[in-house]
Structures are given as C-alpha cells and as structure tokens.
C-alpha cells in the first residue's frame, strides 16, 4: 500500500514529468542571459588566500520574508543585528528559494541540486529521506578537513529526513525543548560547541525556528508593536490553518495585527543572531569567518486574496513573498566591499557550492555554481481541502506560474512586483517559452533524480515528540 508521503511526492514527480514532456514543443522566444555564478557575484577577482580554509556559519531563520527586514526596507530598528550583518557583507535582493516549504528547500540547500533531484517532497518522514547516494555539502566540508556542526531547532530540517549526513556534531534541539526551541536556546549549545573545538576549520549550520509561526516571542518583545489591537486573531496555528481552509476570514485590521506579531517575532530572532555574533567574537572567529544569514523560504499574509489558491503563511503558493529570501554574506575581513548590495537574480541552493568552492572545499573537477538566467521553485498549493504541486519560473523581470487545473498566469516583476496582474492571455508567445524553459529545468532535475535514490538509514518511527512538535508548528491539526 502507497503512503501519503510516496503518494505526494509521486503526485509532485509527476507534475515534473508531465512539465519536462513539454519540453521542445512550441515557438522560440528569446532567453534571458544567464548572470554571473555566484562565487564572482562574491569575490569579482577571484577569492582572496583569506578565504582558503576559512570559517563557516550560515545562520538559517526559518519562514523569514525579506521585505520585513529594515535593510531590505521594512520597519525602522526592527532587526539592528541582521542590518549590522548586511553593513559588513553582501546583501543579495533577489535571492530565490527552491521550496516554498522547509523540507525540500532545506535538502536542496543542503545538497545543491534542485527538488526533483533530490526525493525529499514533504514533511512526513516515511518514506521521505534524503538518498545516501546523493552527496550533501556537509561531507564536501568535512572532505575537506572541516570540523562539521550543526544546531537545528525545526524537526523539518532535522535528522528523521537524513539532514544530519556529514556533520561530525548535530544537534537536534526541537528534541529536547518543548513544546519547540526558542532562538535564545541556541546559545548553550553553540557556547558548548566553541569550547570544545579543534584546530580544524569549521563548517556551522544553525537553523532556527523563528520567525515561523506561532508568532508568539517572548517578552519583551510580545505585543510591543500592536498594542491597541483589540480582535481575535493571533499568530496561533490552529488559527492559521484556519484562514488557510477559508473557516475563517480575517479583515485588514487582522492581517494588519498578523503581520505586527510577525514582526514582534523577527526582532526577537535578530536578537538571537546578535548573541551568536558575541559568542563568534568571544571565540576569535567573528572576522575570519563567512557568516551567511539567509531563509529556506518566505511568509505570506494573503496579498493574492482574489485567487483559490491564494496563502497565509508559507508552502501554498510560488508568490514572491513565499519564495523570496534574504541572503546575507559576510567575508573574512578585507576580502570584500563592506555593505555592497547585489540585485542580480541567485538561487540559494547555489549557496553553499559557492562557499565550498571560496574556502578551497570543492572536489577537484567539481562543477562550480552556474549563473541563473532563471530560478525554479516548487510548492504544495493549498486549495481548500487539497494539496497541488505547483511550480514557478521566475527571471530578472517575469514571473510564469503553473498551477495544475488553473491557467498558467505569468507577471511582469519590473511593473508588478506584487503579482496582481496576469499578463498571461497578452504574451502567449513568453508563456509558452517561459513553459518550455521550465520544463528544461525540470527535466534536468528528473534526470539526476533518477541516478539517485538508494535508500537511506531507516528513518525513525514517526514519533509522538515530532507529532507534538508538528502540531506545535502548525503542521498537523
């Protein structure tokens, strides 16, 4: 008998493959021209002998949108250590995420490859892990001499999907804090890892929860930004399964608190990264290192309100506000202009091949991070009581969307970066082309996954502590 997962991830495979049939069928239309791969966006000279066995932390804020950030232009003193961050580094403004959810993002950031390549759909751990056949980044570091770590709060990111292969060191938090961590519960552990290092370099992954739902920081931060807000919504998740099946309808001054517990939220996880950063410094590390702040996915609070498949939260739909993320570099002091700012199109799963390759970590013969004319992303729409593997194609200037029962709808980003107006039935000939390029690009994934897929470790029981810790993140109902 069929699983859920299998029959989901057959459901998303097969979305793919009916996607790659199309590929070479209708009329030429020009291709955007691919940018700059990733590690020159970086280091336009080529990496300096700074980076060479250098330090790494990528700092992972789950469901984080960009636009709250006061460097990417939300509110003002919101987040002062993430902007500190982008004052030092590189702030990429369109950085574009593989998944709209956590468990295909993650892997794919993990691994490099895009989600059909890698057999990791859902969050259901049956049936649902990475294959050991398909190398991580995380034994590319260690390959390398890395001292390889990792502190994960969310169960979706953890070892009951194989996340953990090729860390020496792995910490799955969510385990031992309930009903899940908070920001801060990083601290111990990391203070722990620091003290018990080598001389080896290190290689850091840290994935915390915040700021994904519930949006319930601790004081002081909790109800500082709406204070007059007199209604009935919170950022609970039962609430929010809620709106996401239409049982309930919130109004304006609603989605308005939302987003300001939202909000409470990220300042309270840019605290959290302002406690790493001091226990970088007090370890000596802080200015030799590349500290990555970056997001598996984005959040939304229904802007596309006309359409069935419309979202709240994450994971239902390939808007901007689901898949962009931010993506913030820090080099090793001196190895790059301080507060530089790149718009060119990226896709984050290029990420950590671009740093293997910076730091000297990448096999030899390894193929480098490419430019992206164009980035993928999948996602689960939600339609009220269902599930639909949706997929977008998105470039420097347009965005095509491929919901299936629905007609593709495709958006100008230059004059409509909200995605409010379907261009679709005015530019069939970008349709059609855009359909195409996509499906090339599905087609590539299918065919790695398909060299792939030997089962992994047996994946553990699904457990009554992951239940409590997915009904607690709004996963289960």
Request: charged share 20%; hydrophobic share 45%.
């Amino acid at each position: 008998m069929v699983n859920a997962a299998a029959a989901r991830r057959g459901a998303a495979t097969a979305a793919l493959a009916g996607l790659a049939l199309l590929a070479g069928c209708g009329h030429d239309e020009p291709v955007a021209a691919a940018g700059r791969p990733l590690p020159e966006l970086l280091c336009p000279d080529g990496p300096p002998a700074a980076l060479r066995g250098a330090p790494v932390v990528v700092i992972l804020l789950d469901a984080l949108n960009p636009s709250f950030l006061t460097c990417y232009g939300g509110r003002a003193d919101l987040t002062p250590h993430i902007d500190g961050l982008a004052a030092e580094g590189v702030r990429f403004t369109q950085a574009i995420a593989p998944a709209a959810y956590t468990i295909s993002s993650i892997a794919s950031l993990l691994t490099g490859v895009g989600v059909g390549a890698h057999h990791t759909w859902t969050w259901k751990p049956e049936g649902n892990h990475l294959p050991a056949d398909l190398p991580t980044l995380a034994e590319r570091f260690a390959a390398a001499g890395y001292a390889t770590a990792a502190i994960v709060h969310s169960p979706n990111g953890s070892t009951a999907f194989g996340f953990d292969r090729g860390f020496q060191h792995f910490v799955d938090l969510w385990k031992v804090k309930r009903p899940y961590p908070r920001a801060e519960d990083c601290w111990p552990a990391l203070d722990e890892l620091l003290a018990a290092r080598d001389e080896r370099p290190l290689f850091l992954w840290l994935h915390i929860l915040e700021p994904h739902e519930p949006y319930h920081p601790p004081d002081p931060w909790r109800g500082r930004l709406d204070p007059g807000y007199t209604g009935t919504f919170t950022g609970d998740p039962v609430q929010l399964w809620s709106i996401r099946n239409r049982e309930v309808v919130p109004d304006a001054r609603d989605l308005a608190h939302l987003r300001a517990e939202y909000e409470e939220t990220i300042a309270y996880a840019d605290h959290a990264v302002g406690g790493i950063r001091e226990r970088l410094e007090r370890a000596g590390l802080w200015d030799r290192a590349i500290v990555v702040l970056v997001s598996d996915h984005g959040e939304g609070f229904l802007e596309h309100q006309g359409l069935d498949h419309a979202g709240m939260g994450h994971g239902s739909t390939v808007y901007d506000e689901m898949i962009r993320v931010p993506l913030i570099v820090k080099l090793p002091r001196g190895a790059a202009t301080a507060g530089a700012v790149q718009a060119q199109l990226v896709a984050s799963l290029d990420l950590l091949p671009a740093l293997a390759e910076l730091v000297g970590a990448a096999p030899a013969g390894a193929a480098r991070a490419p430019g992206r004319a164009a980035v993928a992303t999948h996602s689960e729409s939600h339609e009220v009581h269902r599930l639909l593997a949706t997929w977008s194609l998105r470039d420097a200037r347009w965005k095509y969307v491929d919901t299936p029962g629905h007609p593709p709808e495709l958006y100008d980003l230059a004059a409509d970066p909200g995605e409010q107006h379907d261009l679709a039935a005015e530019q069939p000939g970008l349709v059609e082309s855009m359909r195409r390029r996509l499906a090339e690009l599905a087609g590539a994934d299918l065919a790695l996954g398909a060299t792939t897929g030997a089962e992994g470790p047996a994946p553990p029981a699904d457990s009554p502590e992951l239940q409590e810790q997915l009904r607690a993140l709004g996963y289960v109902r």
